[in-house]
């Protein structure tokens, strides 16, 4: 029986509103995962199987949802590379197939990752902030010192 493990190494991870926000060290890409598919990838901790993650999930939101539900966050999340082992049970289903097999009832909690690229020049300029600078200030542009902190 597999058990997924999320990937955490290389990862920067930012929750609010119990969505998440991960930014991928690794390959420069950024993914916002909706509170049920954070919730997945939280659970995806190696002691549990996908059934085991899809009994957590239902409890803890109190739906009923069924393997499809899970197998579709599951696949977003290794196509992402937000897992750190090869799920081989995981078939792939679009969002369209989970939505007729599920119904349109529990759309609203569908599991998305949805990821863009950050382009290199935006890190690169991102990168001075919370530097420590002296005077005369040698903060990379655009940021500037104050109080010996690139801001």
């Given amino acids: 029986m597999e058990k997924p493990i999320a990937r955490i190494k290389e990862l920067v ?15 420069n890409r950024a993914h916002h995962l909706t509170e ?4 997945v990838w939280k659970n995806c901790d190696g002691t549990k199987s996908i059934e085991d993650i899809r009994k957590v999930t239902a409890d803890h939101f109190k739906v009923d949802i069924n393997q499809d539900f899970i197998s579709l966050a599951l696949h977003q999340l290794a196509k ?18 989970v939505i007729k097999r599920i119904g349109l009832a529990t759309m609203i ?12 020049t935006a890190l690169a300029s991102a990168s001075c902030v ?20 690139c801001i």
């Fill in 36 to 39: 049920t598919a954070a919730f």
């Fill in 130 to 149: 919370g530097a420590p600078c002296s005077s005369p200030p040698n903060c990379a542009p655009p940021c500037t010192c104050s109080g010996g902190t």
């Fill in 109 to 120: 909690a569908l599991p998305i990752v949805a990821s863009l690229s950050v382009p290199n």
């Fill in 13 to 27: 991870t930012q929750e609010i509103n119990g969505e998440l926000l991960i930014y991928d060290l690794r390959t």
């Fill in 80 to 97: 992402n590379d937000l897992l750190k082992n090869d799920v081989k049970a995981i078939p792939e289903i679009s969002r369209r197939e």
